[in-house]
């Protein structure tokens, strides 16, 4: 059980039940003895008093007054009376059941009252010596099944326990899944928020009731809010810093290579291999720069949506032609594997510039003497919904624990290596946010047969 609101909600509702159960079977249970006790002390006093009042006028009116007054005591009091003689013949009541006949046998010749009960009533019996010495009577009195109060309560029937069972747990648990689910609600709030501010939305704020509540829960709200108030005001500012950087130098630059081909025209032959070397490094700036442009508008979100229908098939194979052609010159080469015939809706150079970086990459990571493979395939579960571009090299690979790291900026596994081998330290980055541009997903993974795999999942379009 995974759910927080489960293990609350099933917490308090057990733990309610089993008080609400232990609480009531000790109160029933104490009230049950407390009343058996009192009434035994009643019957005891009073069975005696009524069994001599009954004899004295059966012996002095006769059988006409018995019957008028036990009648009268039936209504009156919640008991059916019985009356026999010494040798058991029934004087008054109507036909006994066999507990009224065994009580009233072993009454005979016993001085004190005898109490039982049958079917959950009670009976209680009273022997009374007759005025004629030698004679006797007995008196029974059968409670009546129509008592209310402790003793109906427990001896109700099986079907009515069980309704009364049910509604006390249906009760307790509505109000136990009311309280779980004031408590628990806020924190699945402020859990979907999190998830759009992991997202790259930054003005992810938790809002309504909950930032409202006087209690510890609503603290977290507001102090969630107040962080990712901050944080998008830092990411902001870094990327107008980044985006302003890149604008500022781009001036400079351009006056720069102007000078260099003033330097060119009236340098000598032996300064040229110095201008060529500036001529270099003047490019990679100005490659690193146009790159944290296209990261600046990417992470801004001021790229336009201007999608057109896309043929990754036929994007697929232009990368591989342009970068295999160069891939010659360092002794490795680019391989297509497998090609499905797929579309999607994008914009064509955007999405070109991400698969050329992840392919330029592997390019650059492979051994040498060895092919980057690439698939292009329709995913088998979610037929023409899904493509997977996958590019696979046949280098050292990357530390399992920095897979995750190789898409941010400037982000280099090995410095000294990757300086090496040139690249801004920006391709991967600018990769993964195109991808997630066209709401796709990248993610990297070792190869168990060494090298890396870098997989690019792209939503489609259905073929008209």
């Avoid at 946010?433 to 379009?461: C, D, K, W, Y």
Wanted: hydrophobic share 40%; proline share 4%.
């Amino acid at each position: 059980m995974q759910s927080l609101f489960l293990k609350f909600f099933l917490s308090f509702w057990l733990v309610v039940v089993l008080i609400s159960a232990t609480l009531a079977f000790t109160f029933l249970l104490g009230q049950s003895k407390d009343d058996a006790e009192h009434a035994r002390e009643i019957d005891s006093v009073l069975t005696p008093l009524i069994a001599n009042r009954t004899a004295e006028i059966y012996e002095q009116q006769g059988s006409p007054a018995l019957s008028e007054y036990l009648k009268d005591f039936d209504k009156k009091m919640p008991w059916t009376p019985y009356f026999f003689d010494d040798r058991g013949s029934q004087l008054y009541g109507s036909t006994p059941s066999p507990a009224v006949l065994d009580i009233a046998s072993r009454a005979q010749h016993q001085q004190d009252t005898l109490i039982s009960s049958a079917e959950g009533r009670k009976i209680v019996a009273q022997e009374i010596a007759a005025a004629i010495p030698g004679r006797h009577f007995v008196l029974v009195l059968q409670e009546d099944s129509t008592v209310p109060g402790t003793r109906s309560f427990l001896h109700a029937t099986p079907q009515i326990q069980l309704f009364r069972a049910l509604a006390t747990v249906l009760i307790i648990g509505a109000v136990c899944f009311a309280l779980a689910r004031y408590m628990i609600n806020p924190i699945s709030r402020l859990r979907r928020v999190t998830g759009e501010l992991a997202d790259g939305n930054l003005n992810a704020r938790v809002a309504g009731s909950v930032v409202d509540r006087r209690d510890e829960l609503g603290d977290l709200s507001r102090d969630f809010n107040f962080m990712a108030e901050h944080i998008e005001k830092l990411v902001l500012s870094q990327r107008r810093l980044t985006s302003d950087i890149s604008h500022e130098l781009r001036s400079p630059l351009a006056r720069l290579s102007v000078a260099l081909g003033l330097a060119r025209r009236s340098g000598g032959s032996d300064v040229t291999r110095y201008l060529d070397r500036i001529e270099r490094e003047t490019e990679r700036l100005n490659e690193l720069i146009g790159n944290l442009l296209k990261l600046a508008r990417l992470e801004s979100g001021v790229e336009p949506r201007e999608f057109e229908v896309l043929d990754l098939d036929a994007l697929v194979r232009e990368v591989v032609d342009d970068v295999g052609f160069e891939a010659q010159s360092r002794n490795r080469a680019v391989h297509i594997l497998h090609v499905d015939q797929c579309r999607a809706a994008g914009r064509w150079e955007l999405l070109r510039s991400a698969v050329e970086n992840v392919v330029r990459n592997a390019v650059i990571h492979t051994a040498e003497n060895t092919a980057v493979e690439i698939t292009l395939a329709v995913t088998p579960d979610h037929p023409a919904d899904l493509a997977i571009i996958r590019v696979r090299d046949h280098g050292p690979g990357v530390p399992a624990h920095l897979l995750r790291d190789i898409f941010q900026p400037f982000y280099r596994v090995d410095e000294s290596r990757e300086r090496s081998v040139g690249g801004t330290g920006l391709g991967l980055s600018i990769t993964e946010h195109a991808v997630t541009f066209h709401q796709g997903q990248i993610h990297a993974e070792n190869s168990s047969q060494g090298g890396l795999i870098v997989e690019i999942r792209l939503p489609l379009i259905h073929s008209a």
